[in-house]
């Protein structure tokens, strides 16, 4: 049964894979799932039909026959669980490699969320210039910890896992903004997760969304 997600019908970020049907798209590739997208607007999220699936009204959503999922990590862990290439078989790398997903969503993510979102609604407030570099501070402690954590490793924990697919993902959201810069081994980190195949299939086929041209050009 080949199961559909939801995606933005025009995602804000314009095809640059920041919305979080790219995490969900890139683990269905790494396991060689093939999938099903349902394009959704912004009014369609919030009716009722897509409520049903998503109690939030966000995207993305999975459904796989009678299953339905919400919130991009379980999903992630939903497919880790049932499908080979993105959790580790040996049972304590596997707990390792979960306790990444969540330091992902849970300690990383925030941060980096809290920045950006005051970076998109407060920059006109009269707190904004002394905010600032308050949520830059704290995106800087994790990604310092991060990186002396990973230091010249290829990934969190030995093989590539659903830990490193969610952490790639999160770093990502930092592009241009240049906290990443400072840590020229978190870049390379980011750009190692960029550069596989999966990944790259992904990203192309949310850009195809954007573009409205299929992922190989033709
Ligand atoms: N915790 C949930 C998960 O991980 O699945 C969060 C889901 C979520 O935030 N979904 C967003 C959404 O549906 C899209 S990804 N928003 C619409 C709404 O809430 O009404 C967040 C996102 C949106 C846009 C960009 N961008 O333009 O760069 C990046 C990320």
Same mark, same amino acid.
């Given at each position: 049964m080949t199961p559909i997600? @939801? /995606? ?8 640059? +894979? ?12 790494? *396991?060689?799932?093939?999938?099903? *997208? ?14 049903? &699936?998503? $109690? =939030?009204?966000?995207? $993305? @959503?999975?459904q796989e026959g009678?299953l339905?999922?919400?919130?991009? +990590?379980?999903?992630? =862990?939903?497919?880790?669980? %049932?499908?080979? +290439?993105?959790?580790?078989?040996? #049972?304590? #790398?596997? /707990?390792?490699?979960? @306790? ?6 849970? @300690? *990383? ?13 407060? %920059?006109?407030? !009269?707190?904004?210039?002394? %905010? ?11 990604? %310092? ?13 030995? #093989? =590539?896992? #659903?830990?490193?697919?969610?952490? *790639? ?6 592009? +241009?903004?240049?906290? &990443?810069?400072?840590? !020229? ?16 299939? /992904? =990203? ?10 299929? $992922?190989?050009?033709?």
């Open positions: 997600i @939801t /995606a933005f019908e025009k995602s804000p970020d314009r095809g640059r +894979g920041l919305a979080r049907d790219m995490r969900v798209r890139w683990a269905l590739e790494e *396991v060689g799932q093939p999938y099903d *997208v349902r394009l959704v607007s912004f009014r369609e999220m919030k009716e009722p039909a897509h409520r049903a &699936l998503h $109690p =939030f009204g966000q995207i $993305p @959503t999975y009678d339905v999922l919400f919130e991009s +990590g379980s999903i992630i =862990f939903h497919l880790a669980e %049932r499908h080979a +290439g993105l959790l580790p078989d040996d #049972a304590n #790398a596997r /707990a390792r490699a979960i @306790t990444w997903m969540f330091a992902a969503l849970n @300690t *990383v993510e925030p941060p980096i969320l809290d920045r950006e979102a005051a970076t998109l609604m407060e %920059r006109d407030k !009269p707190w904004y210039a002394e %905010r600032s570099p308050i949520l830059d501070e704290r995106v800087r402690v994790r990604l %310092r910890d991060l990186s002396r954590r990973l230091g010249d490793a290829d990934w969190l924990d030995a #093989a =590539f896992s #659903a830990g490193d697919l969610l952490m *790639v993902m999160v770093l990502r959201r930092l592009g +241009g903004s240049g906290l &990443l810069d400072e840590h !020229p081994n978190l870049c390379a980190y980011v750009a190692r997760g960029e550069a596989r195949p999966a990944y790259q299939r /992904a =990203f192309a086929a949310q850009l195809a969304v954007f573009t409205g041209k299929p $992922p190989d050009g033709r």
